[in-house]
Structures are given as structure tokens and as C-alpha cells.
């Protein structure tokens, strides 16, 4: 029998090991558990069992989780995340681990669930590492609520890494993308200006959809270097949220876009006319009610015919994102610059995804490092003949010494007399080296 106080995350804990049965049970501060402690401790020596019995009565997993998606998920995360973890929990966590006492969910049994999820090839990579993280997000909070003791997918995120595929982005060539907006001007010329904004400003479909005209600052003139998109609003499942990063950003307003959300700006300006309504709808890409486009509504009826009408392969609407970065990385901007556009929350994620566009497969850079050096010259340099170390002797100082003009550029001779000493010095060599090659020197003043 032990009963232990111990702390976790700054908080104390009562810790019950009872003939192989096991319980915790979170207590504010340290003289709370002790007091507890010593309470338990007093009635386990009477034979009073009974402070174990609630650990028979644990919850499944099944039942805990539920009961955290109701508590936490949807009090705190965007309802996309929410989606998310519903949709893990029902496909992944609760098939494999749902009857299971919570506290039986151990690190043995996840680790063995990610290999045979990493060994079957059929699970993508992302998918993997979301699991993942929903677990472990699941079972941090068991913890901080005192039912097991430890996290089980703590750390598992690098087990069995080099089995995992890449991570990929697809995009579109930039040949591909301006067959897809040429056709899209055919297609479907309203959806055009929405094409062209996420291949020129890179932004999230959701980001597109909650874009308003006062969120775009088009600049004075095409001169005016100080036009930017300020992202600063996310539409999903029908809800207004905060960009990804949950802050907003400012991307750098493309000159041809420019052009084109005036033409489109003046476009819904006339429709409002013809209508009786007064000026444009607050949305730069509305619906036919004023209010926010449907993206699967978008996806479906626009942009899948329209790849299909250019001929191209068919890409997630996201893939515009990337092939936004990626253009900009081909044409030469820098990773930084890159990563400051699309609002990543470290350069680290841009290089993940993007890193392998940069140029890197120059071989000049290997060649230029015996560019100087012949085959044969060994890596001691031989010394060079005595006459022709002296005849050199003079272009050095030359090059050290006070020049032509009546101020040397040397910060050593400040003093006029040093100048002056310095001066008839270089005269000298001047004079000596016209004799070795048998010329009169030149005149000096």
C-alpha cells in the first residue's frame, strides 16, 4: 500500500496504489493533498477500500472524449478544428481505442496503432500526425483532470519518421496558371477576379471569401507603392473566425490585380445601379444575396469545371496557394519574403513546403573554388625571384602610400611631418624603379 502526493503541471495530486489498483485524484494546493493523504492513508489501514472503487468506474474513452469535444473543443477552437477531431475520433481514435478504460489507453498501444498505420502505406502522412495530435490533445487533458497519470502519445510524433512520406505541395506551373485564368475569363468571368486574387496574393480560400472592399488599400495611382491586401478575417462553415495564424497580415496587392478589382469594383457598382441598390456590397466576392460566397458551392460549379475546361489535372482549390509561393520562389524571392506573404508562423514551415523549389543545383559554385589555382601549383606558393620581389616592391607602396592628391587617404599619416616623410619615401621608390627599367621618372611636384 503507498499513497503518494506528487506534483504535475503545477498542480498536486493524490497518488493511490492499493494491492495493484491504481488511482489519482487532483487536489488544489500541497496542504490539501497531504491532508488527503493522510485521510486515505487512515481508512485503507482500517481496510476501507472503498476510495478505489471510483477507479473501477472510469470512464472509456468513448465516453471521455465526447464529453471533451463538449467542454473544451467547442467552447475554445474553430469550428473547421472541431470538424477535424469529430471526424479523427469517429474514423480513427474511437474504432481502435473506444471501449477501453481511459487509463488503459497506454503508450504501448498507441505506439502499436502508428505502426500499423505507418506499415499498411494507406494512411497519408498528415492524417497520421493528426491523429496523432488529437490523442494527445485527448489524454493532456485526462492528465490535467487527474484520471491517469501520464500522457501516452507524449513524443510520438518523431516514432517511426524515415517510414513516412514526404510532405507535398501541389501547384500549378506558370504556364498552367495562365491557361486556367484565360479560361476562366471564358468560363466564368465573374469567378475571375477571385481565380486571379489567390494566384497573385496567395491567400486561403476562406480568406478570399471574407475579403472586404475596406480591407484592400489599391494605392493613388500604379505608382503607388504602397497597395497591400490586409488579411484580417476567415469565413468557415458559415462562421466568421480569425486567419489561420490568428493575426492579420498584410500581402503585397499584385499590379495586375490591382487592375482588375478596379474593373470589378466598377462592375458591381453598375449591377447595384440596375438593381436600386446604393453602392457595392461589402464583400469584394459576393453572392448573389450580398453576403459571402459558399466555398464547396465555388469548388463544385467554378473552379473544377473551369480546370477541366483548360486541361489541366485536377487540384484542390488550396493547390492556388501554393502555386502562388511557388512562382514567387521561381522568379526569384526569398524565402522570408515568401513566408511574410503567406503568413506562416515561422520561416520553418516555409521551407518544409517550399525549400526544394530554391536554385540549388549550381555547379559553379563548386567550380569557382579551384578557379584561381592551377592543376599543377602546389599549396605552397613558390617564392618569386629576389629582382622581381623589389620591382613589385614600389606598386605596393603605392597602393599603401599618399597618391596623387595633397591629403593621403591613409588615416596613419595625419601629422604633417609623417605625410612629408611618407611622400619622399614614395618619391624614392618612384625614382628607383624608372632606373631598373632605364626610364627618367616622371616629374613630381
Not at 498536486?12 to 487536489?27: E, F, L, T
Not at 514526404?166 to 500549378?172: C, I, P, Q
Not at 471564358?186 to 486574387?197: I, M, N
Request: overall charge positive; some cysteine.
Amino acid at each position: 500500500m503507498a499513497v503518494k502526493v506528487r506534483k504535475r503541471n503545477g498542480k498536486w495530486y493524490v497518488v493511490i496504489d492499493y494491492h495493484g489498483k491504481r488511482k489519482s485524484k487532483c487536489v488544489g494546493t500541497r496542504e490539501a493533498a497531504e491532508k488527503v493523504r493522510r485521510e486515505i492513508e487512515a481508512r485503507l489501514a482500517l481496510g476501507e477500500a472503498g476510495v478505489l472503487t471510483e477507479s473501477d468506474k472510469t470512464e472509456t474513452f468513448t465516453e471521455y472524449s465526447q464529453r471533451w469535444l463538449k467542454s473544451h473543443v467547442a467552447l475554445h477552437l474553430k469550428p473547421s478544428t472541431q470538424d477535424s477531431y469529430r471526424s479523427l475520433l469517429d474514423s480513427r481514435l474511437i474504432p481502435r481505442f473506444g471501449k477501453l478504460p481511459l487509463r488503459d489507453v497506454t503508450r504501448n498501444k498507441v505506439k502499436s496503432y502508428l505502426a500499423e498505420m505507418v506499415e499498411s502505406g494507406k494512411v497519408r502522412k498528415n492524417t497520421i500526425r493528426n491523429v496523432i495530435a488529437c490523442l494527445r490533445a485527448i489524454m493532456q487533458h485526462a492528465v490535467e483532470d487527474g484520471i491517469v497519470e501520464v500522457n501516452p502519445a507524449t513524443g510520438l510524433g518523431r516514432f517511426n519518421k524515415p517510414q513516412l512520406e514526404g510532405r507535398k505541395a501541389e501547384f500549378l506551373t506558370q504556364e498552367e496558371a495562365q491557361r486556367f485564368l484565360n479560361t476562366a475569363k471564358e468560363f466564368c468571368p465573374d469567378k475571375h477576379p477571385l481565380f486571379l486574387a489567390a494566384l497573385r496574393a496567395g491567400l486561403r480560400e476562406g480568406e478570399l471569401l471574407a475579403l472586404q472592399w475596406e480591407d484592400i488599400q489599391l494605392g493613388e495611382s500604379s505608382e503607388d507603392h504602397g497597395r497591400y491586401i490586409l488579411v484580417r478575417r476567415n469565413y468557415s462553415h458559415g462562421q466568421f473566425t480569425t486567419p489561420k495564424s490568428h493575426k492579420a497580415r498584410k500581402v503585397d496587392l499584385n499590379l495586375e490585380l490591382r487592375s482588375v478589382l478596379l474593373a470589378w469594383r466598377d462592375e458591381l457598382m453598375l449591377r447595384a445601379f440596375e438593381t436600386g441598390k446604393r453602392g457595392v456590397p461589402k464583400f469584394v466576392f459576393p453572392s448573389e444575396t450580398g453576403g459571402p460566397l459558399d466555398g464547396s458551392n465555388v469548388y463544385h460549379r467554378y473552379f473544377r469545371p473551369c480546370l477541366e475546361a483548360a486541361g489541366l489535372r485536377p487540384i484542390t482549390f488550396h493547390a492556388m496557394r501554393h502555386s502562388f509561393a511557388s512562382h514567387l520562389i521561381q522568379n526569384g524571392a526569398s524565402l522570408l519574403y515568401v513566408k511574410d506573404q503567406l503568413g506562416h508562423s515561422s520561416i520553418q514551415v516555409t521551407a518544409d513546403i517550399y525549400g526544394h523549389l530554391l536554385p540549388s543545383a549550381n555547379i559553379s559554385w563548386i567550380d569557382s573554388l579551384s578557379a584561381k589555382t592551377s592543376p599543377h601549383q602546389s599549396a605552397t606558393p613558390a617564392q618569386l625571384p629576389q629582382s622581381r620581389q623589389v620591382m613589385d616592391l614600389p606598386q605596393v607602396i603605392e597602393k599603401v602610400g599618399a597618391g596623387e592628391g595633397n591629403r593621403t587617404p591613409d588615416l596613419r599619416f595625419t601629422k604633417p611631418l609623417l605625410y612629408q616623410l611618407s611622400y619622399a619615401g614614395f618619391r624614392v621608390c618612384v625614382k628607383t624603379r624608372a632606373a631598373w627599367h632605364s626610364e627618367e621618372p616622371e616629374s613630381l611636384p
